[in-house]
């Protein structure tokens, strides 16, 4: 009976041996890498009926969470009140960066910044995924699935995706075809498109 007590004593102790050492390990190699918003980029496109327009936003802060060289999830917020065009001069740019952090389109001083949440990172194949998340603009939230590029060389992580946002989604009603009619060369196409370029410390 006393071997018994022991040999069970001896089992429970090379179990919790065991799970200590697995939670020491993924502690070890589960990481929180901060983004580096002043090399990341984030960069827009919107088309209309009689062409479209580019810029960029500035992502304010972010994190990727890696496990080793995987990414397992991850968060970054946007400042919408940096947006800018970059394809018109002069007081045609103003005159369309004022018009686009209006209430017309994003009510940037009610709504100064957007936000993504990565809820599952699948991987479809060595450095690539299929990201699944939450992303809130003007304090709607809505669920989007796109395919993204990650890399881990050393302690530095980048990662890149191309996505397309329908604006109509999120009351973005300005010129869409959506919610007006007949808008002729005025019509704005509810989608747009981001190139996401992340980057860590």
């Known amino acids: 009976m006393l071997s018994v007590k022991r040999n069970l004593k001896k089992k429970r102790m090379k179990t ?7 939670l020491s390990f993924g502690s070890a190699v589960s990481q929180q890498i901060k983004i580096d918003t002043e090399s990341s980029t984030v960069k827009w496109v919107g088309n209309k009926a009689t062409g479209q327009h580019n810029g960029t936003i500035a992502i304010q802060e972010g994190t990727l969470d890696m496990d080793g060289v995987k990414l397992t999830g991850g968060s970054f917020s946007i400042d919408m ?11 045609a740019k103003t005159k369309l960066e004022t018009h686009l952090k209006s209430d017309d389109f994003f009510a940037v001083e009610n709504h100064p910044t957007a936000s993504f949440i990565i809820t ?14 939450n992303i809130t603009i003007k304090d709607i939230t809505k669920e989007i699935q796109f395919s993204a590029t990650v890399s881990k060389t050393g302690n530095r992580v980048s990662a890149t995706a191309d996505l397309t946002i329908d604006r109509s989604e999120f009351n973005v009603r300005y010129g869409s075809g959506s919610f007006f009619d ?19 410390e």
């Open 120 to 133: 599952k990172a699948r991987v479809a194949s060595k450095g690539e995924y299929v990201i699944t998340g």
């Open 81 to 91: 009140t940096s947006i800018t065009c970059e394809d018109l001069p002069g007081r």
């Open 182 to 200: 007949d808008l002729g060369d005025r019509l704005i196409y509810d989608d747009f498109e981001l190139s996401v370029f992340l980057v860590s």
């Open 16 to 22: 919790l041996t065991a799970l200590l050492l697995l």
